[in-house]
T-cell receptor
């Protein structure tokens, strides 16, 4: 029972490159979330998915797209990376009241 | 929207109690959470409290909620060096079946030997 897994753990991109961050959960939760964490700013919600087949924008969706592939998997895509997207990205799943987080992906855009 | 505020730093001696404070602005927040983040790791859920409760105790952790003042605190008894981490307060209501959380900026707790 791995909980929430994320790949890759680290990534360096050049400005303008694209990439997809992967998240998978084995907790059988309906809700999944993508956050970014920047120093001194806590976590900010990028996108979330209340259930398979639905996605909604969070607080900071610009520059990102998401896909809820099935109940287990929720991916985050950067189509044209910018230095402002340098951050640590966390995926989470939602239980009845709480959210459980993956270990994060540290992304640097140069 | 919801705004959650925390002090940035707290330093205590090993064996003392730590109290981390948090304020939130949305009185309709139904659930309030404390998460712990160790260096290089994700967020670990420590505990949560419903807005209709005043207090919740779980081993060394005590959460106090003053709903009138929209103030939440986390008390860690007998603080150990392993408690050194960043502690995040989060508030959330319900949005259909997906509960959106708003996080504070985190309090860096340093435990001195």
């Amino acid at each position: 029972n791995a909980g929430v897994t994320q790949t890759p753990k680290f990534q360096v991109l050049k400005t303008g490159q694209s990439m997809t961050l992967q998240c998978a959960q084995d907790m059988n939760h309906n809700s999944m979330y993508w956050y970014r964490q920047d120093p001194g700013m806590g976590l900010r919600l990028i996108y979330y998915s209340a259930s398979e087949g639905t996605t909604d924008k969070g607080e900071v969706p610009n520059g990102y797209n998401v896909s809820r592939l099935n109940k287990r998997e929720f991916s985050l895509r950067l189509e044209s990376a910018a230095p402002s997207q340098t951050s640590v990205y966390f995926c989470a799943t939602g239980g009845s009241y709480e959210q459980y987080f993956g270990p994060g992906t540290r992304l640097t855009v140069t | 929207g919801e705004d959650v505020e925390q002090s940035l730093f707290l330093s205590v001696r090993e064996g003392d109690s730590s109290v981390i404070n948090c304020t939130y602005t949305d009185s309709s927040s139904t659930y309030l959470y404390w998460y712990k983040q160790e260096p290089g790791a994700g967020l670990q859920l420590l505990t949560y409290i419903f807005s209709n409760m005043d207090m919740k105790q779980d081993q060394r952790l005590t959460v106090l909620l003053n709903k009138k003042d929209k103030h939440l605190s986390l008390r860690i008894a007998d603080t150990q060096t392993g408690d050194s981490a960043i502690y995040f307060c989060a508030a959330g209501g319900s949005s259909g079946s997906a509960r959106q959380l708003t996080f504070g900026s985190g309090t860096q707790l340093t435990v001195l030997p």
